[in-house]
């Protein structure tokens, strides 16, 4: 646990989805099949709460995303959240969408990295929570669709308009966020929206492999890079080059770092610490 944790305690049991713990690795799975796990407003608010906490309980080194059932995740569930948007003011509904841009931005500045993996349709939010992981894994039978403008609302949402043309270019992610039609696993895959598509079968396998590479690797120097990726997308090259330079040299007084060279000169593998 980290010594900088103040006095409110960590939540010991979360309601709206299911959260597992184990050798490093956590492992939050949408809990709602019968809906293709559409999000509600509790969904949104756990996830956003569940991504501030973990960097700081001790026990993970990296988070895997998925969904229980056919489907990834299908957005926000039209009758729960959309029906109730309807009946609500402006303050009321800024106040919400800010929350679910708040899901987003804690997904890409917690400094864990982030597997989704991605066992059927992520649509809408859905589509957004998979853009804003580190990497995806995809099922063959998976797929996208940012159909925000099928329902009448702009495109760009929960920073969509942000991180889709950095993942994939300008025209691209034009045509995905206008357009909003459905893109498979292999398109996915052409465009770059997938790190890597895999049989429907194998898709829990190799999110447990890439985890476990990533839990057992060198954690300190992994979420230092994500961090990094991060805040770097907005700065110059000289503020770059000297954010990096800085990180490096901190990094090279770590344990990892001490330890790489130590097993080196031993002809030995690393055991990594993460610190």
């Not at 995303?65 to 609500?88: A, N, P, Y």
């Not at 990726?229 to 990180?247: K, V």
Request: one cysteine or more.
């Amino acid at each position: 646990m980290s010594p900088f944790r103040a006095s409110p305690g960590f939540t010991q049991e979360w309601q709206h989805f299911d959260l597992s713990v184990a050798d490093g690795v956590a492992t939050v799975t949408l809990n709602r099949p019968d809906k293709l796990n559409a999000l509600t407003f509790d969904v949104y608010a756990d996830l956003r709460d569940l991504l501030a906490e973990l960097p700081h309980r001790g026990d993970a080194r990296v988070v895997v995303l998925t969904g229980q059932g056919r489907g990834f995740c299908s957005g926000g569930d039209v009758e729960e959240i959309i029906g109730e948007l309807q009946k609500m003011e402006a303050a009321q509904l800024l106040e919400f969408t800010r929350m679910t841009g708040a899901v987003v931005k804690a997904l890409r500045e917690c400094p864990l990295p982030v597997i989704a993996a991605v066992n059927g349709i992520a649509a809408g939010a859905g589509s957004v929570i998979a853009l804003a992981s580190d990497f995806r894994l995809l099922a063959e039978s998976a797929s996208f669709a940012f159909l925000f403008t099928k329902v009448g609302l702009a495109g760009a949402d929960m920073g969509s308009a942000y991180l889709l043309p950095r993942l994939v270019g300008l025209g691209r992610a034009t045509e995905l966020l206008i357009l909003g039609d459905k893109v498979d696993a292999a398109h996915a895959d052409r465009i770059g929206l997938a790190t890597k598509v895999v049989p429907d079968t194998a898709l829990t396998e190799e999110a447990s492999t890439l985890a476990r590479r990533l839990a057992d690797g060198p954690a300190l120097a992994y979420s230092t890079t994500k961090v990094l990726l991060t805040r770097e997308l907005d700065m110059d090259l000289g503020s770059s080059i000297e954010l990096e330079a800085m990180t490096q040299a901190l990094l090279m007084k770590s344990d990892d770092h001490a330890e790489f060279y130590a097993a080196w000169s031993a002809g030995r593998r690393p055991q990594w610490t993460g610190r």
